[in-house]
């Protein structure tokens, strides 16, 4: 079953040209030209001289009305199914502890890949699946999120790699895509575009799901989109009934199936090609309670056998990574004299000693002082369950698309291209992991204690938790490190599985007795050295579809990938692969294969230290050890052989420079927050002063007016009151989520409010005593820093301020802000009449929709000067004349002897002296 390399690379060429002539063992529909994108137009195939001055006597050809297509006649339907941040060993599928019951029963009938990889991150692993280029070549070298200006790192899909989608879609498939879609950069996720990356763009002709945001979103509250237009969830969660109520991949699953149920009613005969991307299982792990409380109680197997149990996983990450190393011992998934990897030092055990209380211990300064006892190992162990019920919810859903399919009598000639995870387990969580992933992402980890805070919670609305990094290794057995590394198969190995009824047949077993069960499993697996890349030309082989030299006008890069429909046979699992050597690339680890042998290079960033200072010089080779592997003996990669052939390793070396060059990797970057603030084209351009009307809502929390750029900030709203005693609902609102936000609102009580959140730590309400009058009313709230405004390149900065709040020239209310976040609000949105998502304030249920009058406009100016704040100050906060706050100083003591300045003498001398007090 694990062949042997050498006698596959001797017969490579002979048998590429068997395949070749064979038409791939007959499974694939017979390839036809390539034809150049979109396909021409129908000609008229009437008689010209038919065509008469009107329609009397004129002989039409109905054919032209028809849409151009080039499909076979039986082409399949294709699901390719792609899930997030889910280890090797996580499904027990192949070999985890979590109970997978749809993917076990694609197994069952289909074919498993253990050596198919992918590119350690999501955004680079999305565009290599949808394009089959290299994710450099398609310039997605790491998420959108840290794009820079080099060709391989843009985060913009080139129109010269047409997606699988679009080639499809002009083919005359029926496209969808539903889920996540960490493939559009932030700058261009919102209603102005441009457009042309969007999947409607991309070749799909439906889209339901959620842009950007770091490529997570919230479960009970997401950012979601249908098509092009941003829209609100069809319900929001009942928190006293979790586990019936709206949940995001539920969500998709419902709609995934209404798509393919309304396409098959329509034209049954039309082919579709279903992309289904949940967000699950990237943080934040977020599943219906019960789904947890399964794990809790001892998962599905021993409640199914009625055993009682203390819970899964309380024994810790270092027995969960040797028992699913075992097992996959066992089962046949690894080969049995794979050597499982040990621990690296870098990440704790589960009793490790560097879980101290001790504060002179680096650990207790790092995390504000880590209390690992008892009762936090209780947690850690709820954040696996809490992952566990995750991952089988998810996999549910999948199953729920799949069986309408089946209802549809559509199985038969459906390929399922099931691929679990876009890269190895996430080690974003840190040491301890979190309740709140934004605070991580912003530098500002939660410590124990907070965490403790939200053991009850855990999951549910309010918390967006994560697990510890000792987690995501053991569910990365049997190889080294996670996801991010792209040395070392723990952050690029990930299972695939393929089922295609009407043309794979696979061994079943006879009984089911482990042995026949193994028998049958060993005899369907398939070992070959595969890519993501290799994804999109085999369904296009499948199909009978060369790829076009030409989209819409521009020359097509090749292909960089390669079919695999040569394993799909009976005598698959000798099959010899297509392509012989891949290379990886992450925030600089590297590696290279080529021909049995991996050539790796780990750069030294931890995957958790996400503002990490870059470590690379001019050469990185004078720096980082490279080592070597012949994985014909060695499976999981464990034993460096860099000593014993040196000249291998360099050759290696010298293949991965040809590589790079070839593919846009270079220059490579370590930098990971590093990059988030570069400076990227944005529709703001230079702007720091906002206009925005009714309507405007859904403005992405990553690219909205960032309030927290510069010395303060002044908020302005023409209101026009009708109905006084009815008057409540949000006037602006960003964010509201784990990273916070903030909120500007009239209570039910009509009363004005400005909220802040900063994270899940901190609420301040600033709030007028007087209700809103009738008529047109000026609002305004104006912030002013204490110091110079917040200090960018500091970590953990948590800058203070003080505002006022006030209606029609009268300050009503002011108060401080102990602690402002210096950045956007991710994951969430500015909504302007209405908080659509996760509300900021606990005080009002979303939407909260502004009531009893109309808001003519709200203004944001995030940049006033000190000139700008105290005239805005002078002013009563709301642009209003300056005659009221000069009547006031005039009747001081210091002005009445300054009688006969000039009145833009006396402007100056009023603002000057605001100045001073701010300054004091």
């Given at each position: 079953?694990?062949?042997?390399?050498?006698?596959?690379?001797?017969?490579?060429?002979?048998?590429?040209?068997?395949?070749?002539?064979?038409?791939?063992?007959?499974?694939?529909?017979?390839?036809?030209?390539?034809?150049?994108?979109?396909?021409?137009?129908?000609?008229f195939?009437?008689?010209?001289?038919?065509?008469?001055k009107?329609y009397?006597?004129?002989?039409?050809?109905?054919?032209?009305?028809?849409?151009?297509?080039?499909?076979?006649?039986?082409?399949?339907?294709?699901?390719?199914?792609?899930?997030?941040?889910?280890?090797?060993?996580?499904?027990?599928?192949?070999?985890?502890?979590?109970?997978?019951?749809?993917?076990?029963?694609?197994?069952e009938?289909?074919?498993?890949y253990?050596?198919f990889h992918?590119?350690?991150?999501?955004?680079?692993?999305?565009?290599?699946?949808l394009?089959?280029?290299?994710?450099?070549?398609a310039?997605?070298?790491?998420?959108?999120?840290?794009?820079?200006?080099?060709?391989?790192?843009?985060?913009?899909?080139?129109?010269?790699t047409?997606?699988?989608?679009?080639?499809?879609?002009?083919?005359?498939?029926?496209t969808?895509?539903?889920?996540?879609?960490?493939?559009?950069?932030?700058?261009?996720?919102?209603?102005?575009?441009?457009?042309?990356?969007?999947?409607?763009?991309?070749?799909?002709?439906?889209?339901?799901?959620?842009?950007?945001?770091?490529?997570?979103?919230?479960?009970w509250?997401?950012?979601?989109?249908?098509?092009?237009?941003?829209?609100?969830?069809?319900?929001?969660?009942?928190?006293?009934?979790?586990?019936?109520?709206?949940?995001?991949?539920?969500?998709?699953?419902?709609?995934?199936?209404?798509?393919v149920?309304?396409?098959?009613?329509l034209?049954?005969?039309?082919?579709?090609?279903?992309?289904?991307?949940?967000?699950?299982?990237?943080?934040?792990?977020?599943?219906?309670?019960?789904?947890?409380q399964k794990?809790?109680?001892?998962?599905?197997?021993?409640?199914?056998?009625g055993?009682?149990?203390r819970?899964?996983?309380?024994?810790?990450?270092?027995?969960?990574?040797?028992?699913?190393?075992?097992?996959?011992?066992?089962?046949?998934?690894?080969?049995?004299?794979?050597?499982?990897?040990?621990?690296?030092?870098?990440?704790?055990?589960w009793r490790?000693?560097?879980?101290?209380?001790?504060?002179?211990?680096?650990?207790?300064?790092?995390?504000?002082?880590?209390?690992?006892?008892?009762?936090?190992?209780e947690l850690?162990?709820?954040?696996?369950q809490?992952?566990?019920g995750?991952?089988?919810y998810?996999?549910?859903?999948?199953?729920?698309v799949?069986?309408?399919?089946?209802?549809?009598?559509e199985?038969?000639?459906?390929?399922?291209?099931?691929?679990?995870?876009?890269?190895g387990a996430?080690?974003?969580?840190?040491l301890?992991?979190?309740?709140?992933?934004?605070?991580?992402?912003v530098?500002l980890?939660?410590?124990?204690?907070?965490?403790?805070?939200?053991?009850?919670?855990?999951?549910?609305?309010?918390t967006?938790?994560?697990?510890?990094?000792?987690?995501?290794?053991a569910?990365?057995?049997?190889?080294?490190?996670?996801?991010?590394?792209?040395?070392?198969?723990?952050?690029?190995?990930?299972?695939?599985?393929?089922?295609?009824?009407?043309?794979?047949?696979?061994?079943?077993?006879?009984?089911k007795?482990?042995?026949?069960?193994?028998?049958?499993?060993?005899?369907?697996?398939?070992?070959?050295?595969?890519?993501?890349i290799?994804?999109?030309?085999?369904?296009?082989?499948?199909?009978?579809?060369?790829?076009?030299?030409?989209?819409?006008?521009?020359?097509?890069?090749?292909?960089?990938?390669?079919?695999?429909?040569?394993?799909?046979g009976?005598?698959?699992?000798?099959?010899?692969?297509?392509r012989?050597?891949?290379?990886?690339?992450?925030?600089?680890?590297?590696?290279?294969?080529?021909?049995?042998?991996m050539?790796?290079?780990?750069?030294?960033q931890?995957?958790?230290?996400?503002?990490?200072?870059?470590?690379?010089?001019?050469?990185?080779?004078?720096?980082?050890?490279w080592?070597l592997?012949?994985?014909?003996?060695?499976f999981?990669?464990?034993?460096?052989?860099?000593?014993?052939?040196?000249?291998?390793?360099?050759?290696?070396?010298a293949?991965?420079?040809?590589?790079?060059?070839?593919?846009?990797?270079?220059p490579?970057?370590?930098?990971?927050?590093?990059r988030?603030?570069?400076?990227?084209?944005?529709?703001?351009?230079?702007?720091t002063?906002?206009?925005?009307?009714?309507?405007?809502?859904?403005?992405?929390?990553?690219?909205?007016?960032?309030?927290?750029?510069?010395n303060?900030?002044?908020?302005?709203?023409?209101?026009?009151?009708?109905?006084?005693?009815?008057?409540?609902?949000?006037?602006?609102?960003?964010g509201?989520?784990?990273?916070?936000?903030?909120?500007?609102?009239?209570?039910?009580?009509?009363?004005?409010?400005?909220?802040?959140?900063?994270?899940?730590?901190?609420?301040?309400?600033?709030?007028?005593?007087?209700?809103?009058?009738?008529g047109?009313?000026?609002?305004?709230?104006s912030?002013k820093?204490?110091?110079?405004?917040?200090?960018?390149?500091?970590?953990?900065?948590?800058?203070t301020?003080?505002?006022?709040?006030?209606?029609n020239?009268?300050q009503?209310a002011?108060?401080?802000?102990?602690?402002?976040?210096?950045?956007?609000?991710?994951?969430?949105?500015?909504?302007?009449?209405?908080?659509?998502?996760?509300?900021?304030?606990?005080?009002?249920?979303?939407?909260?929709?502004?009531t009893?009058g109309?808001?003519?406009?709200?203004?944001?100016?995030?940049?006033?000067?000190?000139?700008?704040?105290?005239?805005?100050?002078?002013?009563?906060?709301?642009?209003l004349e300056?005659?009221?706050?000069?009547?006031?100083?005039?009747s001081?003591?210091?002005?009445?002897s300054?009688?006969?300045?000039?009145?833009?003498?006396?402007?100056?001398?009023?603002?000057?002296?605001?100045v001073?007090?701010?300054?004091?």
């Open positions: 079953m694990f062949f042997n390399h050498t006698l596959i690379r001797i017969g490579r060429l002979v048998v590429v040209f068997t395949i070749a002539l064979s038409l791939l063992l007959g499974t694939a529909v017979p390839p036809g030209m390539a034809q150049d994108l979109p396909l021409e137009e129908p000609d195939q009437g008689y010209i001289d038919k065509i008469n009107t009397v006597n004129s002989e039409p050809d109905p054919e032209i009305l028809s849409s151009p297509t080039a499909l076979p006649i039986g082409a399949p339907n294709v699901v390719l199914i792609m899930l997030d941040d889910v280890g090797f060993g996580a499904s027990e599928t192949f070999g985890g502890p979590v109970h997978t019951p749809t993917l076990n029963e694609l197994a009938h289909g074919l498993s253990n050596r992918t590119t350690a991150l999501c955004s680079p692993t999305r565009a290599g699946l394009t089959g280029r290299n994710h450099h070549s310039a997605t070298g790491a998420i959108t999120d840290v794009s820079t200006g080099f060709p391989g790192y843009t985060g913009l899909i080139p129109q010269s047409a997606t699988v989608a679009k080639i499809l879609q002009d083919h005359g498939y029926n969808a895509w539903l889920g996540k879609n960490h493939n559009l950069p932030a700058e261009q996720s919102s209603n102005a575009g441009p457009f042309t990356r969007w999947p409607n763009d991309l070749g799909f002709d439906y889209f339901y799901g959620f842009l950007g945001g770091g490529g997570e979103t919230d479960q509250y997401p950012a979601l989109y249908e098509n092009r237009n941003p829209i609100n969830q069809p319900s929001y969660p009942d928190k006293n009934d979790l586990d019936n109520s709206y949940n995001l991949t539920r969500d998709l699953a419902d709609k995934a199936i209404n798509w149920n309304y396409n098959h009613s034209s049954p005969e039309t082919p579709f090609f279903l992309y289904f991307a949940p967000g699950a299982t990237h943080a934040p792990h977020q599943p219906p309670p019960s789904y947890t794990y809790e109680a001892g998962g599905e197997h021993a409640i199914a056998a055993v009682k149990h819970g899964m996983f309380a024994e810790g990450w270092d027995k969960l990574h040797d028992e699913i190393c075992t097992n996959q011992k066992d089962m046949g998934i690894i080969p049995e004299d794979t050597e499982c990897t040990a621990r690296p030092e870098e990440i704790p055990a490790s000693p560097k879980f101290t209380d001790d504060p002179d211990h680096p650990l207790h300064a790092l995390h504000q002082g880590i209390r690992v006892n008892h009762e936090y190992r850690m162990t709820k954040q696996m809490t992952y566990a995750f991952l089988e998810t996999d549910e859903q999948v199953g729920r799949l069986e309408a399919i089946d209802d549809l009598g199985k038969e000639n459906t390929l399922v291209i099931y691929i679990v995870g876009d890269n996430s080690a974003e969580g840190g301890i992991g979190g309740c709140n992933m934004s605070a991580t992402y530098g980890d939660f410590t124990t204690d907070e965490n403790l805070a939200c053991k009850d919670e855990w999951g549910n609305p309010g967006t938790p994560h697990y510890a990094v000792g987690w995501a290794w569910l990365d057995a049997p190889f080294r490190w996670t996801k991010q590394i792209a040395s070392y198969f723990g952050g690029t190995r990930n299972p695939m599985v393929v089922s295609w009824p009407k043309h794979i047949k696979v061994q079943m077993s006879n009984s007795d482990d042995r026949s069960v193994k028998e049958a499993r060993i005899a369907n697996l398939r070992d070959q050295f595969l890519h993501v290799d994804v999109a030309p085999t369904i296009l082989d499948i199909v009978g579809i060369e790829p076009p030299e030409y989209v819409n006008g521009i020359e097509q890069k090749p292909i960089e990938g390669a079919s695999f429909v040569n394993t799909f009976s005598d698959g699992a000798d099959a010899i692969p297509l012989d050597t891949q290379y990886f690339e992450m925030f600089a680890n590297r590696g290279i294969y080529h021909d049995g042998w050539a790796s290079s780990f750069h030294g931890l995957p958790w230290d996400i503002f990490a200072k870059s470590t690379l010089k001019e050469n990185p080779e004078l720096e980082d050890e080592e592997f012949n994985l014909d003996k060695d999981s990669q464990n034993n460096n052989l860099a000593a014993a052939f040196p000249e291998k390793l360099q050759e290696m070396k293949l991965f420079d040809r590589e790079a060059e070839k593919y846009d990797v270079y490579i970057d370590d930098r990971f927050g590093g988030v603030n570069l400076d990227r084209p944005t529709v703001w351009e230079d702007r002063k906002f206009t925005f009307y009714p309507g405007a809502v859904f403005l992405p929390g990553d690219i909205a007016p960032n309030i927290a750029e510069n303060g900030y002044i908020i302005t709203a023409d209101l026009n009151i009708t109905e006084p005693r009815q008057v409540k609902g949000v006037i602006l609102a960003s509201g989520g784990d990273t916070g936000g903030y909120s500007l609102y009239v209570n039910k009580n009509q009363k004005l409010v400005f909220e802040y959140k900063y994270l899940n730590r901190k609420r301040t309400k600033i709030r007028s005593k007087e209700k809103l009058k009738n047109l009313n000026q609002v305004s709230f912030f820093f204490d110091d110079e405004g917040p200090i960018q390149s500091k970590i953990n900065l948590k800058p301020g003080s505002g006022d709040l006030c209606v020239g009268k009503v002011s108060g401080d802000i102990p602690a402002i976040l210096d950045g956007n609000f991710m994951m969430d949105s500015q909504d302007v009449g209405m908080d659509m998502r996760f509300p900021v304030s606990k005080h009002y249920e979303p939407p909260f929709e502004f009893g109309e808001i003519k406009n709200v203004t944001i100016n995030i940049d006033p000067s000190k000139y700008e704040y105290a005239l805005a100050s002078a002013q009563y906060c709301g642009g300056i005659a009221p706050y000069e009547e006031e100083f005039t001081s003591e210091q002005t009445k300054e009688d006969k300045l000039s009145h833009g003498e006396l402007t100056d001398r009023i603002i000057q002296e605001i001073e007090r701010l300054e004091k």
